[in-house]
Structure formats: structure tokens, C-alpha cells
T-cell receptor, first 114, second 115 residues
Framework: AQSVTQPDIHITVSEGASLELRCNYS??????LFWYVQSPGQGLQLLLK??????LVQGIKGFEAEFKRSQSSFNLRKPSVHWSDAAEYFC????????????FGQGTTLQVKP | DGGITQSPKYLFRKEGQNVTLSCEQN?????MYWYRQDPGQGLRLIYY???????QKGDIAEGYSVSREKKESFPLTVTSAQKNPTAFYLC??????????????FGPGTRLTVL
């Protein structure tokens, strides 16, 4: 069965520091992978997605993610974090059998220290 | 602007009452979804629909019902059979159900509290 694991429930970084949020997936075929961000009390916004091609994907707000098939990972990175990046981040994998359903990880809450 | 709207933003319910959460989209998407979000549990799929007058149970459908009479609308009813309905509910849509690379677009959510 498909699954997504985000090992870090909560991460705190200083403003201006680099960030990496981890995501590991379990899926038999080529996965379709997504990162979403959620501000408190809001819906989810897509940061970036991967489904083929270059394994380094650029997204909005200065985020990027790298697909590593050998490690079953799709980690999200940002070189310099801003206070406005404080939010909850979700990794998701596209459903099997050609469905549009997504399987979400449990989320990682990012806190940014001034 | 195209997007998804959910109403109300906050909803309070007494035990034993049914309540209906609204979800409307003007993206011309075929597929729509309802998720429930609880702290530390990510998003769990309640129901999804690929087309008008058709919908499927997700992972946690017990105590919920939906309808899809119009392409743009996918209301969710939380019935009195739902044992623990207090949660944040998110509606989403995508172009269709059959393309795994399609991203889902999310509404702003409805926070339901049972008093």
C-alpha cells in the first residue's frame, strides 16, 4: 500500500538559516509527489510537484525539492528561511491505479525564530 | 478569480444534529474531494466524486454523506452518527480523478465544533 512518512513533526529554524523538510514514500511505480503548505486556519497551497523529468524541482516562494528514487525520498529545501515561512508542510503522493487521490503525510510544523 | 469556496468558516453543532458544509468550485473541475484534518494526523479522505451524481467512500466515510447534483457543488453532511465530528474540514478539486499528476486545489476550510 502507498504511504508517506514525514519523520519530523516539528522543526524550529532561525530566520535566514537553511531548511530541509524530509519526506519518504512507499510506492511501487514512479510516484507523483507533491508538497503543500498550510498557514494556520487556512487551506493548502501547492508549493511544487514532481511527476517526471528533472529530479530537482523548483517551486513557489523559493522552495525546491529533490526526488531520490534510491532513497524513496522527496525532501523540501529552502536556502534562507523567512519568518513568513512558518506554517505546516505536507508531503503527498499520487494515488495508484491512475486515480487522482492523494495520500498525505502527517505534516511538519515549521517554527521560525527571529 | 477561479477557486474553491467553503462555507461557513466556523460551524457549531449540538450533539445529535446533522450539519451540512458547503463547497463550491468554479474551476470547471470534474473531481472533488472532502478531507478531515485533525492535529498530528494529516488529511484523511472522507468522500470523493469523479463526476455529477457519482461519488465514492474514502477512508473514513462512516457518519458522513455527500451529494453531487451539480459539477460545481459537493456538499458534505456530518450526521449524528459521526462519533467525533469536531475537526477542520477541507474540500478540494482536481481536473479529473484519473490523472495522478493532477494537483488538487483546496478551499479555505470549515472548522466544525460540537458543543
Amino acid at each position: 500500500a502507498q504511504s508517506v512518512t514525514q519523520p519530523d513533526i516539528h522543526i524550529t529554524v532561525s530566520e535566514g538559516a537553511s531548511l530541509e523538510l524530509r519526506c519518504n514514500y512507499s510506492y511501487g511505480a514512479t510516484p507523483y509527489l507533491f508538497w503543500y503548505v498550510q498557514s494556520p486556519g487556512q487551506g493548502l497551497q501547492l508549493l511544487l510537484k514532481y511527476f517526471s523529468g528533472d529530479t530537482l524541482v523548483q517551486g513557489i516562494k523559493g522552495f525546491e525539492a529533490e526526488f531520490k528514487r534510491s532513497q524513496s525520498s522527496f525532501n523540501l529545501r529552502k536556502p534562507s528561511v523567512h519568518w513568513s515561512d512558518a506554517a505546516e508542510y505536507f508531503c503527498a503522493v499520487g494515488g495508484s491505479s491512475n486515480t487522482g487521490k492523494l495520500i498525505f503525510g502527517q505534516g511538519t510544523t515549521l517554527q521560525v525564530k527571529p | 478569480d477561479g477557486g474553491i469556496t467553503q462555507s461557513p468558516k466556523y460551524l457549531f453543532r449540538k450533539e445529535g444534529q446533522n450539519v451540512t458544509l458547503s463547497c463550491e468550485q468554479n474551476l470547471n473541475h470534474d473531481a472533488m474531494y472532502w478531507y478531515r484534518q485533525d492535529p498530528g494526523q494529516g488529511l484523511r479522505l472522507i468522500y470523493y466524486s469523479q463526476i455529477v451524481n457519482d461519488f465514492q467512500k474514502g477512508d473514513i466515510a462512516e457518519g458522513y454523506s455527500v451529494s453531487r447534483e451539480k459539477k460545481e457543488s459537493f456538499p458534505l453532511t456530518v450526521t449524528s452518527a459521526q462519533k467525533n465530528p469536531t475537526a477542520f474540514y477541507l474540500c478540494a478539486s482536481s481536473i479529473d480523478l484519473w490523472t495522478s499528476s493532477n494537483e488538487q486545489f483546496f478551499g479555505p476550510g470549515t472548522r466544525l465544533t460540537v458543543l
